[in-house]
């Protein structure tokens, strides 16, 4: 590691440290600030001098080479490389199954679900119903 970049990590403060490892955990600035025992706004001062400070282009960058450099290990991938988002369609299974066991929907996919199970309930109670009068009309049941 370079002695510039061990100076720039060095000049992080006790505050931004903390920050960057809860963001490098997935918390938003309100769960930080929380946990902290701070504000929102004071968290994402915070992680935008430490993002200065170490040259990042992202907060998620900036806690990204924290905890490699805190942990002793050297990138050998690209620290602006983000990972993929699922995408929404064509849409996953909503049950558990072999290959995925937990629920991994996104949001809009939990919302495609429940308005596509909304339309094929009362598209079969609605044929249900259909059925039952046709039945009793052809077999002579009492008019309706």
């Given amino acids: 590691m370079s002695d510039d970049r061990a100076k720039r990590f060095d000049a992080l403060s006790a505050g931004q440290r903390d920050c960057l490892r809860l963001v490098f955990q997935h918390y938003k600035s309100h769960d930080i600030?929380?946990?902290?025992?701070?504000?929102?706004?004071?968290?994402?001062?915070?992680?935008?001098?430490a993002k200065n400070i170490l040259g990042a282009?992202?907060?998620?960058?900036?806690?990204?080479?924290?905890?490699?450099?805190?942990?002793?290990?050297?990138?050998?991938?690209?620290?602006?490389f983000l990972p993929s988002q699922n995408p929404v369609w064509p849409l996953p299974s909503s049950l558990p199954t072999s290959t995925a066991p937990t629920n991994?929907?996104?949001?809009?996919q939990v919302a495609i679900w429940v308005g596509l199970i909304a339309i094929i309930s009362s598209v079969a109670l609605t044929a249900a119903a259909m059925a039952i009068v046709a039945l009793m009309l052809v077999f002579g049941g009492s008019h309706v």
């Fill in 104 to 108: 991994t929907l996104t949001w809009q």
């Fill in 33 to 49: 600030a929380h946990r902290l025992g701070t504000t929102p706004r004071y968290v994402d001062k915070q992680l935008m001098l």
């Fill in 57 to 80: 282009t992202s907060r998620f960058d900036a806690a990204k080479q924290f905890a490699e450099w805190e942990s002793g290990v050297e990138s050998s991938y690209r620290v602006d």
